[in-house]
């Protein structure tokens, strides 16, 4: 079983930045066996891919609409995972989601997922 805990989102205006961050746990869990990701659900939408980040770190996945505002890091040994929000707009308003997944391309189907933390961005 692997617990996964969101933390730091909050108001802000356009134009301004957030940073989130996520930590796993378990009583077996290595964060270097997991790739580690961002979703984001805005209001009356469905749950939508936003960034991942490989096991390692290596490889990096981004939404083309994040794509140079957002950055998304990890520290294996802390187990936790950020995501750096620059340039943000209202439309990245909603709940951001962390999710932990054996690769990459599994993470939309992980059954690991936070709580979720509310960003809104006031225009």
């Known amino acids: 079983q692997v617990h996964v805990v969101e933390s730091g989102g909050g108001l802000v205006q356009a134009g301004g930045s957030l940073r989130l961050s996520c930590a796993a746990s378990?009583?077996?869990?290595?964060?270097?066996?997991?790739?580690m990701g961002w979703f984001h659900q805005a209001p009356g939408k469905e749950r939508e891919f936003v960034a991942a980040i490989s096991r390692l770190g290596v490889t990096t996945a981004y939404a083309d609409s994040v794509k140079g505002r957002f950055t998304i890091s990890r520290d294996n040994a802390k187990n936790t995972v950020t995501l750096q929000m620059n340039s943000l707009k209202p439309e990245d308003t909603g709940v951001y989601y962390c999710a932990v997944s054996i690769t990459i391309e599994t993470i939309h189907t992980t059954p690991y997922w936070g709580q979720g933390t509310q960003v809104t961005v006031s225009s």
């Open positions: 378990g009583r077996t869990f290595s964060s270097t066996s997991y790739a």
